[in-house]
Structure formats: C-alpha cells, structure tokens
C-alpha cells in the first residue's frame, strides 16, 4: 500500500479587477520562472480567509478586500521544501475569488524576504496577454488563460478540483 502523499495545505487569491486583469507574482527557481496567483502556505491554528489576508497583505500589500467565493480548487503535486525546511509532496490550494479596482503593490513584506520566498516580481496581466504569451515563463496552472477566460465569460461558476502531477493537469471535477 502506497502512503498518501503529503501536501501542504494553501490559499491563493485571484487577484482580478473591473477590466477582468489579474495580479499575478513571479516565482523563481533554478528550474525555472512560475507566474502564479498571489499566496502561500496555511500556517498551523490559521483558517484559510486569515491565512489568505496575511499572504495577500505580504506579498502584494492588499488587505481591503472581499472574497467572492471560491474559484477552484488544486491538488499539485511536486518534490518541495517550504522556507522552514519541511519537505512537502506537493500543495493542496483553494483560490479565491478577490474583486478590488487596480492598485500598485506594496508588500508588506521587505524585498529580502520576499526573495527568500523566490518571490521576484509582480505584474498585472490582461487575459488576452496570458493567451498571446509566448515567453519561457511557466504559469500556474499552465492552462491559467484558458480557465480565467472561462471564469470571466460564465454567468454562474461552478468550482472545480484540480489534480495535477507535475505540469500536467491528470484530472479536474466540480468541486
């Protein structure tokens, strides 16, 4: 019997304003370069709405918001290490939904820390530039464009679970 992986538990926020452009944080690894939703990890005795003001307040200075639901669910699995040294199988992310009029980041967090968590940049996309993206850069999911297009096109949006090895995506479900 194979033991259950263990992924660390984690919030997102997609991060998105009146003109449906999203705020987006660049990760960088010696891998490679991951543009992903704004968040991190959930810390021990912290539900996931603390855990997501504290990530969104850090990372890019937002802490007025309001959460419109949930927007998806997502089981990644990959070989990881947190900034503590503990060794993950992967990340369990819920994303939510957060409306705010366009700002300019201001992290909470110093530039230093914020590189200690490979964190190095942050950049607000319109959706047709995540689809005419033609750069090395990886996004997270990677088929990040055609989910938010989705997203911002349907009159009712029905959560889904994600599962994902890697960079494929094996499986996905309403939540």
């Known amino acids: 019997m194979t033991p259950s992986a263990r992924l660390r538990p984690a919030v997102r926020g997609l991060v998105i304003d009146s003109s449906n452009d999203v705020l987006m944080v660049k990760l960088v690894f010696p891998e490679g370069v991951w543009w992903v939703m704004p968040g991190g990890g959930i810390e021990e005795n912290e539900d996931a709405h603390a855990a ?9 200075g937002l802490t007025q918001f309001e959460v419109h639901g949930v927007l998806w669910t997502r089981d990644h699995h990959f070989p990881m ?6 060794q993950w199988d992967g990340q ?14 201001a992290p909470h967090m110093s530039q230093d820390q914020l590189h200690a968590e490979n964190l190095h940049d942050h950049k607000w996309w319109s959706i047709d530039e995540l689809h005419r993206f033609t750069g090395t850069d990886n996004f997270a999911p990677p088929d990040l464009a055609h989910r938010l297009q989705s997203f911002v096109d349907s009159t009712t949006w029905k959560p889904l679970h994600i599962v994902q090895h890697g960079a494929h995506i094996v499986s996905e479900h309403p939540h």
Do not use: C, K, M, N
């Open 52 to 60: 997501l003001q504290r990530e969104l307040a850090e990372e890019v």
């Open 81 to 86: 290490s947190s900034t503590d040294g503990v």
């Open 92 to 105: 369990s992310e819920t994303v939510f939904v957060v409306r705010t009029p366009r700002f300019t980041p």
